[in-house]
């Protein structure tokens, strides 16, 4: 008779944020599941933290315009729809326009999301967001490679449905040849003063200021 099989019970995200964990690596619970993360690279850190700057300016600027309350936040905390009681997720950027909450320890409804890919974690880096992108209030998701210069932006479109293929397919939304363009976001040497020339049209779409445009 085999040996009776034992089954490790799911841990739930209020155990998940209740856990305190050693060192400083980045911990996330993937269907019950806790996944550490790779500790980023100086590429990735850099990045992070400029086009955060570039996103805070760029809402603040849209805040003193027209009022609209939007901020940017760093390993922003997202529980995804699917099974929330078992999956807390980590994105580098988000970007939420929702009023702030000190005791929720999460944001509820991204706009925008941003993750710096990794040579060893890409694959589970995409397959987070994806998950992320079923979220009603995500309308953008935008990866940047830490390795090159190369920027990936999912868009839904009017009728919120996602594109068949990103904007940057194929190749990426590269850096112009110093003409200007806001796709110079995608670049190591953030920000820089054209990177705010252009601002969202929308709190959801404050990705238009960092990223190419598709009719360009």
């Known amino acids: 008779m085999p040996p009776a099989r034992r089954f490790t019970p799911l841990v739930t995200v209020e155990d998940f944020l209740a856990t305190e964990f050693a060192g400083e690596a980045r911990y996330e619970l993937v269907d019950g599941e806790v996944v550490g993360q790779a500790h980023p690279s100086p590429a990735h850190s850099a990045l992070q933290v400029?086009?955060?700057?570039?996103?805070r300016e760029a809402l603040r600027d849209r805040a003193r315009r027209d009022g609209t309350r939007c901020r940017a936040l760093s390993e922003a905390g997202i529980r995804p729809q699917f099974d929330p009681t078992h999956n807390y997720r980590v994105a580098d950027l988000a970007v939420t326009c929702e009023p702030f909450d000190p005791d929720v320890s999460f944001t509820v409804a991204p706009v925008l999301l941003v993750e710096i890919l990794s040579p060893t974690?890409?694959?589970?880096?995409r397959a987070k967001l994806h998950v992320c992108a079923a979220m009603p209030s995500v309308r953008e998701i935008l990866f940047l490679d830490?390795?090159?210069?190369?920027a990936e932006l999912h868009r839904?479109?009017?009728?919120g449905r996602?594109?068949?293929?990103?904007?940057?397919?194929?190749?990426?939304?590269?850096?112009?040849?110093?003409?200007?363009?806001?796709?110079d976001a995608a670049g190591r040497a953030l920000p820089r003063p054209r990177l705010l020339s252009?601002?969202?049209?929308?709190?959801?779409?404050?990705?238009r200021c960092l990223t190419a445009e598709a009719r360009a």
Request: net charge negative; aromatic share 2%; glycine share 16%.
């Open 156 to 159: 839904r479109d009017a009728d």
């Open 146 to 150: 830490s390795r090159i210069i190369r």
């Open 198 to 207: 252009r601002k969202a049209e929308r709190p959801d779409e404050v990705s």
């Open 121 to 125: 974690e890409e694959k589970a880096q």
């Open 50 to 55: 400029e086009l955060g700057a570039a996103l």
């Open 162 to 183: 996602w594109p068949v293929a990103p904007l940057g397919a194929g190749g990426g939304l590269r850096a112009g040849a110093g003409d200007g363009r806001v796709d």
